[in-house]
């Protein structure tokens, strides 16, 4: 996003619109096993899936607006999904960072695991929970939980697309950005 | 819904739909006591109502998936007016079915009792809540908090009849649902 | 509301309306510190709010109905951003009162001070918690959270004013507020 192509960067928002509708709207089950830090996208694929599974000492939540990005409105479909609406709305304004521990307390995630093959075991359990449900009832009923977030997203993905483009392209913006990868940098060189 | 004659069951469905609505969209106070399983139907007509206390040892849930029936429209509003949305879609994904003590815990139910009569005492408690409150102030509140569901209920009940319909006649569903009647009848003989 | 002057008592409800889309749609961070009974108006302030700290044994809720007016849209709105749906619907039904504790537990507010000065110090730190937060990008993300209730008042607020209009006209329920009134009074005298 610093000093991007133009074309480039707009292909990236389309892929990341398209990811996330694929994913949300998925006709599969869907369950994320969460194995290292997982802000902004890590967060939005995981709050996309029907269940998620985090190991400790990791942390997650949409942070965009801490670099100046306004959260898309499928990140705000994600978080009134899975969060009471209080603590919806003040997570995405405040592109909070919770813990392992916060994540599970609030329900941002469902359970926690202590290595990756028990995180993938527990995602395997949620997938199997479906094993004796008709497959397309089950689909058939979380499309329809889903179609009005998908419906409005589809009306309004050129407008989400627009702003993005029209953020990354501003100068004050590309200013910011790059205080911060410069910081980013001399915390890595610490 | 087995081998049915085709407009029985459309009459079956129509008369469902219209029972939710009246329910739902009631202008009284409506409590429900629950003292017997609740699966499919018996959930639904306590979830339509504004207070649920349910006996001990009984089990509730929308199981339809179970069945192969699509979740109606208005099994939804139900679970997203009771349940956290986590919750209520989890639930209604996978027709899951909860009893008295896990119900109570997730909010399904307000509160357990031992008892009908002692059910039946606390709805009456719950209805007489009302008693100074001016009622057609208080049926247009609760009418104008449901009635965006039942709005869109009026304009997919077509819609709705028509999936029930073409399921009951769907000649690998009624196979289904021969094999389900059958083992419920090897269980009963045991 | 008591035997109003007609035209003042309509500039007394679209002036309500316009301060509540004023404070509920503000695009600045905002935080209610809540030192004395909040009842019907207060509590609408308070709810539009992100944030809420009271002080102890007050009182805060939506008590509409006991008067006999039908709960406002943007009453609902606000319960709806701030409670669980089951309690948010209940609540409004009942014109609910909650004390201090109670609105705690329920999440109605998020925290509790001892002192007027300890309430403002915990509202500032909320509103101290987006100092690194882009301000655009903040404000942009809770538009956009609150942007599907204040595009309905809009469409509604003729239908709401009008509501309120004829309650106010409506002989039944001026005799109704001078009895409720009068009763004010004997209690104020003992």
């Not at 991007?4 to 990236?12: I, N, S, V």
């Not at 100046?68 to 479909?77: A, K, L, R, S």
């Not at 009134?80 to 304004?93: D, G, I, K, Q």
């Not at 599970?104 to 359970?111: N, P, R």
């Amino acid at each position: 996003m610093y000093k991007p192509d133009k074309e480039r960067a707009r292909l990236l928002w389309i892929t990341l619109q398209d990811v996330w509708a694929s994913l949300y709207g998925s006709k599969f089950p869907t369950a994320a096993a969460i194995n290292g830090h997982a802000p902004a996208g890590g967060c939005l694929l995981a709050t996309s899936c029907e269940y998620r599974v985090m190991l400790p000492k990791f942390s997650i939540g949409l942070n965009e607006p801490m670099l100046g990005i306004v959260q898309p409105i499928f990140c705000m479909f994600n978080f009134v999904n899975v969060l009471p609406r209080r603590l919806a709305e003040r997570s995405l304004n405040q592109g909070k960072i919770f813990n392992t521990e916060e994540a599970l307390q609030i329900g941002l995630v469902d359970d926690v695991a202590n290595s990756k093959e028990e995180a993938l075991t527990k995602c395997a359990e949620f997938i199997g929970s479906f094993d004796k449900i008709n497959p397309s009832a089950r689909s058939q009923s979380k499309l329809q939980f889903r179609a009005a977030d998908l419906q409005q997203f589809e009306k309004e993905r050129g407008k989400d697309l627009e702003t993005f483009v029209s953020f990354i392209n501003s100068p004050k913006m590309q200013e910011e950005l790059g205080v911060y990868l410069e910081n980013l940098g001399k915390k890595a060189a610490k």
